[in-house]
């Protein structure tokens, strides 16, 4: 299977690539599904099946909330957060959800919403959409939310092509030892061979346009996260501590560049609380490779970028490119989700990703 810098780093909303951005992203694809079959008109009704991790810790992680933003035409990388809430409580007030962001149909919440008790075979984030007309149904697909932000749907996961991108890459590689060959008769670094792959997909503009797209998420996620306090939601009361930290350091002066002091990590762990409160928070942030280790690798490459010397935007793109050859590693040889290897694993992945990032910037 062919994996893009750009399946790895998506922007999205929190809290959860497994629970949040790939349940929107189903349903979305459901919604566009019914449209280009022509069905999407008839729909009277859509009843709505959570599985396994996504019905056992779908209301934390605003799993439910994020579906209905997918059958109302809502994508992850697009929405405007801030919509969320209250569009969900007219919809609950209303009992009306407008299909596709037009077609009002009714949706009873506690008739239509289901949160079982029971897994499906292939994964546990699993959930079934189910489309009514007036003749009864008119479509079912289910569809299994596979870990930063990937979705496969029932036919895919039967198939086991869980990747349908088959396209042919220049220097496929699908071992460390076989990236690093590639590397050496090429005479190529890490990111160049990936630009090189990349081309496949899309021209060298569009992704150095696309990769400073995702960073400048990446800055907006930090700096909302230094900004805001308060509480985060779920009922813990657990207060906001990144922006309060910040000021802090602030007073402590610049860190040694790419040092290893206490300071300087000191700086990486707030920018990544900040990513992590913001993504707690519901708010925009970029999976890296999946929202729940989503604070690590915007840390380490902010701090490069703020606290080094002779830097621009070139040295983003490089960074992304060699994280992202890890990832894809990662991705072929094991997993990405915290839900097959636990958070751990999806931590562990975006570490690497992470060393390999600055690794490369750094001139290995």
């Not at 703020?306 to 060699?322: H, I, K, P, Q, Y």
Request: aromatic residues 6%; hydrophobic residues 45%.
């Amino acid at each position: 299977m062919a994996i893009s810098v750009f399946d790895l780093f998506k922007i999205g909303v929190g809290p959860s690539s497994s629970h949040t951005v790939g349940p929107m992203r189903a349903a979305a694809l459901f919604v566009q599904g019914l449209r280009e079959r022509g069905e999407l008109e008839r729909v009277r009704r859509v009843e709505v099946r959570l599985y396994g991790s996504l019905s056992a810790t779908g209301i934390g992680h605003g799993t439910d909330n994020a579906t209905i933003m997918g059958l109302m035409g809502e994508w992850p990388d697009a929405i405007d957060p801030t919509v969320i809430a209250p569009r969900i409580a007219e919809l609950r007030e209303t009992s009306t959800l407008l299909l596709d962001g037009r077609l009002p149909i009714a949706f009873v919440w506690a008739r239509d919403m289901l949160l079982l008790d029971e897994n499906l075979p292939y994964h546990p984030n699993a959930m079934t959409l189910v489309a009514e007309g007036e003749q009864g149904e008119l479509h079912r697909d289910t569809y299994y939310s596979v870990g930063g932000g990937f979705v496969v749907d029932a036919a895919q996961a039967a198939s086991g092509v869980l990747d349908a991108d088959q396209t042919v890459l220049p220097y496929d590689f699908n071992s460390a030892a076989e990236l690093l060959r590639l590397c050496k008769q090429n005479d190529m670094r890490v990111s160049q061979l990936m630009m090189e792959n990349e081309k496949a997909w899309r021209s060298e503009q569009e992704i150095r346009a696309g990769l400073l797209k995702l960073w400048h998420a990446m800055q907006e996620c930090v700096n909302n996260g230094l900004k805001y306090e308060g509480t985060l939601p779920g009922g813990l009361n657990v207060r906001r501590r990144a922006a309060k930290l910040h000021r802090s350091l602030q007073e402590l002066g610049k860190p040694n560049v790419i040092g290893s002091t206490m300071s300087a990590m000191e700086w990486v762990n707030l920018f990544a609380l900040a990513v992590n409160e913001e993504n707690a928070a519901g708010g925009r942030m970029v999976t890296a490779p999946t929202n729940g280790a989503a604070g690590i690798i915007p840390a380490v490459l902010h701090y490069y970028m703020r606290f080094s010397d002779a830097v621009d935007e070139s040295n983003v793109v490089e960074f992304f490119l060699g994280a992202a050859a890890v990832g894809i590693l990662c991705k072929k040889n094991a997993s990405i989700s915290g839900a097959e290897v636990g958070c751990q694993g999806e931590v562990g992945s975006a570490c690497a990703m992470a060393a390999a990032g600055l690794a490369e910037v750094l001139g290995a």
